[in-house]
């Protein structure tokens, strides 16, 4: 097991969150038999990450913000798992059929992945900036357009994709969708800025 020096970022929960992550623990415990103390109680009214990089290079607002950024990496892999069917093996364990079909749906994931990309310029998907477009259906309407390419039937035609792309985006929500603090940013622009003078 490694140890070394790392830095704790807490923040309270707004009262009714706080209540119902309690609640959850209660219903968690309550199916094992099991009653949570109070200290555990406690600790579920607040969202704490443990963090090595010290708060000279990224803040405790900051390092809680990019926290709850990754929750768009659980997102990737829903989008693989539902519109793509990733998650659908057709064969035994350890089969080179495995490996094969395997790697065909990582390649297929690829295609519709870059695809969505390029038409969806201008707020798809990249947590740099506001976005306004998430790329649930974008990519569910490239899968069927890749599908339509494979099986070698006309394609979409490229100059409809903005008046698509205009269906496609956010109703109106209270929550803002998720982006990179600003401060993780700037930092990412100074490495590539070292990387590439």
């Known amino acids: 097991e490694a ?25 968690a415990a309550q199916r094992k038999g099991r009653t949570p103390r109070e200290a555990t109680l406690f600790l579920a009214g607040w969202v704490m990450v443990f963090t090595t990089v010290p708060p000279e290079t990224l803040d405790g607002p900051t390092v809680l913000a990019l926290y709850r950024c990754r929750w768009q990496v659980e997102l990737a892999f829903k ?35 870059r695809g969505a990309q390029r038409h969806g310029t201008g707020g798809f998907d990249s947590l740099d900036r506001p976005r306004r477009l998430t790329p649930w259906r974008l990519l569910a309407i490239v899968r069927q357009a890749v599908d339509r390419w494979i099986g070698d039937v006309q394609r979409w035609q490229d ?32 490495q590539k800025r070292q990387r590439c003078g």
Do not use: F
């Not at 140890?3 to 219903?27: D, I, K, Y």
């Not at 064969?91 to 495995?98: A, E, I, P, R, V």
């Not at 409809?160 to 969708?177: F, N, Y």
């Open 79 to 113: 989008r693989l798992k539902t519109l793509l069917d990733l998650d659908a093996l057709r064969t035994q364990q350890n089969s080179q059929l495995g490996e094969v079909w395997i790697r065909g749906k990582l390649l297929y994931a690829l295609v519709v992945e």
């Open 3 to 27: 140890s070394g020096p790392g830095w704790l970022h807490a923040v309270r929960l707004p009262p009714e969150a706080a209540e119902a992550a309690r609640r959850r623990c209660r219903q």
């Open 159 to 190: 100059d409809h994709w903005d008046a698509c792309l205009d269906v496609l985006k956010e109703r109106p929500r209270r929550r803002r969708l998720q982006t990179l603090p600003a401060r993780v940013v700037e930092m990412m622009n100074v």
